[in-house]
């Protein structure tokens, strides 16, 4: 049986391909002990993050809403969101088209294979594998996604309904994401168009995140801990725990809730909002049973877009912490330093900050 494993790990590119015929995690996917998940460790869900209820946002609760936001991403980085009208419908098909998508045989999915992380897209493994050390126990899909007719005609076509279905949730997120950007402007005290106006013609990608069964979930991570360099997330996930965010030096684990989404603040977002804002480390573990989906949509500045703290925002008692850059630049920096825990914004800083 060695001799079957040891050929699998050789020369399966996907880890779907490979999970399903190992009953250990390959050495490749072991992390040193002081780098371990830790899983009796983690606080579960009775602490979890806040949950905001965005019906009446255009009407009668509108100012108590923007401040729970507004609290939410000064003291977590991280909410749920429920009545954010995107229909159940919707979100049950983009779920199915994942786990289909996941489960076609393996020559069918790597017609879609790349390592070239600037591929608009691609299906790919792990994290980087191009310049990481360790390998994370996850494949995923990613996609551009707008402006929808440039990319759309390079997605799969296979399951046949991918496009039409992606397409339409795509749509249906840029709407609600275009109406958090409003409400978070407004929950720093700016102009509601602010944070769209600053980031451009704006960039929306997305990822489908299949982690498999592990036999061993405490040797290695779905994703290591991160913190995402776009602007705003908008996280989809089914209904197996795995998603962690930290809070005062621990982990919290986000336990599903059907039909909500979470959301939490990038990089960029807490630039803008020059530290008002929070882009908190979070990360993904596995477990040994259940295979797991998550549908990250990452909205981002446009490459060419000049990010910089908003200028209402600076005065005399509180400077710029960052200097400008191009959402280019960070994002280069980003997929070629790997997922590390210190957080790439230092890099950006001013040298007074
Ligand atoms: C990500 C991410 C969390 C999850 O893709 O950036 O943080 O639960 N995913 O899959
Ligand atoms: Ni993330």
């Not at 088209?97 to 070239?116: Q, T």
């Not at 990319?151 to 991918?162: D, G, K, M, Q, T």
């Not at 409003?182 to 929950?187: D, G, L």
């Not at 996280?235 to 962690?244: A, R």
Request: proline share 7%; with cysteine; glycine share 4%.
């Amino acid at each position: 049986m060695a001799a079957t494993t040891t050929t699998a790990t050789a020369t399966k590119v996907l880890l779907t391909d490979l999970a399903s015929s190992v009953n250990h995690v390959p050495s490749n996917y072991i992390r040193p002990i002081s780098d371990r998940p830790n899983l009796s460790d983690v606080q579960s869900s009775d602490a979890s993050i806040p949950l905001i209820d965005l019906q009446g946002l255009q009407g009668p609760n509108h100012s108590n809403i923007i401040k729970q936001i507004g609290q939410a991403c000064r003291q977590e980085g991280f909410f749920q969101i429920k009545n954010h009208g995107i229909p159940e419908t919707l979100i049950s098909t983009i779920m199915n088209i994942a786990r289909e998508f996941f489960r076609l045989p393996e020559s069918e999915r790597m017609k879609s294979y790349s390592d070239d992380p600037t591929k608009t897209t691609r299906l790919s493994t792990s994290f980087n594998v191009k310049t990481e050390k360790v390998s994370n126990w996850r494949d995923f899909l990613r996609l551009h996604c707008y402006p929808l007719e440039d990319y759309v005609n390079e997605w799969p076509s296979n399951p046949s309904s991918f496009r039409e279905d992606v397409a339409e949730y795509c749509t249906s997120v840029r709407g609600l994401v275009l109406r958090l950007l409003e409400a978070i402007s407004e929950s720093l005290g700016l102009e509601r168009d602010c944070i769209e106006k600053a980031s451009g013609k704006q960039g929306q990608h997305m990822a489908l995140n299949y982690y498999p069964p592990c036999p061993q979930p405490e040797l290695t991570y779905g994703l290591p801990g991160h913190t995402d360099p776009n602007l705003i997330t908008i996280l989809l996930q089914d209904d197996v725990p795995g998603l962690q965010v930290l809070r005062n030096g621990k982990w919290i684990a986000v336990n599903p809730i059907p039909n909500t989404f979470i959301v939490n603040i990038g990089d960029q977002m807490q630039v803008l909002s020059n530290d008002q804002y929070k882009s908190v480390l979070h990360r993904a573990v596995v477990n040994c049973n259940k295979e797991r989906i998550s549908i990250p949509t990452f909205y981002c500045p446009s490459n060419d877009a000049l990010i910089g703290p908003a200028k209402d925002l600076i005065d005399n008692d509180h400077p710029a912490i960052y200097r400008n850059f191009t959402y280019a630049e960070y994002y280069e920096k980003f997929w070629n330093r790997g997922l590390a825990t210190e957080c790439c914004l230092d890099m950006f800083k001013t040298s007074s900050a």
